[in-house]
């Protein structure tokens, strides 16, 4: 059970250090926090080296964190792009300004277009 809380804890920690790929991280650092805790259990049960099952605990609680922590962070930053969009669409002055724009990105656009018809 060691090996594979240590093999579970290292890639539970690299997928948590990679962004947007946490929600792998998260269930792989738990199983390998839970092998580690019986692994290690059962190794001092058996007078057994706990070396691999400690490493595996150790990684899962990192890998666990990590993914919590960016977890935490997208959605953060989600909800803040959110709350921007929301707010830009919600201001008047900007809604107009963004429809004035517009206009005159379709308006070069089409004169584009002709340009390239009478070509």
């Known amino acids: 059970m060691g090996a594979a809380a240590l093999v579970l804890g290292i890639i539970g920690t690299v997928f948590a250090i990679i962004p947007g790929l946490f929600w792998i991280a998260i269930p792989l650092a ?35 964190v990590l993914g919590i922590l960016m977890w935490v962070l997208c959605g953060l ?25 517009f206009e005159k990105a379709l308006e070069e656009s089409q004169k584009q277009q002709q340009q390239q018809q009478n070509k």
């Open 77 to 101: 930053l989600v909800s803040s792009a959110k709350k921007g969009f929301e707010q830009g669409l919600s201001d008047p002055k900007l809604n107009q300004e963004f429809n004035k724009a």
């Open 30 to 64: 738990l199983v390998g926090l839970i092998l580690g805790i019986v692994g290690r259990k059962a190794a001092v049960t058996n007078n057994q080296p706990t070396g691999t099952a400690t490493a595996g605990l150790v990684l899962g609680i990192v890998g666990l």
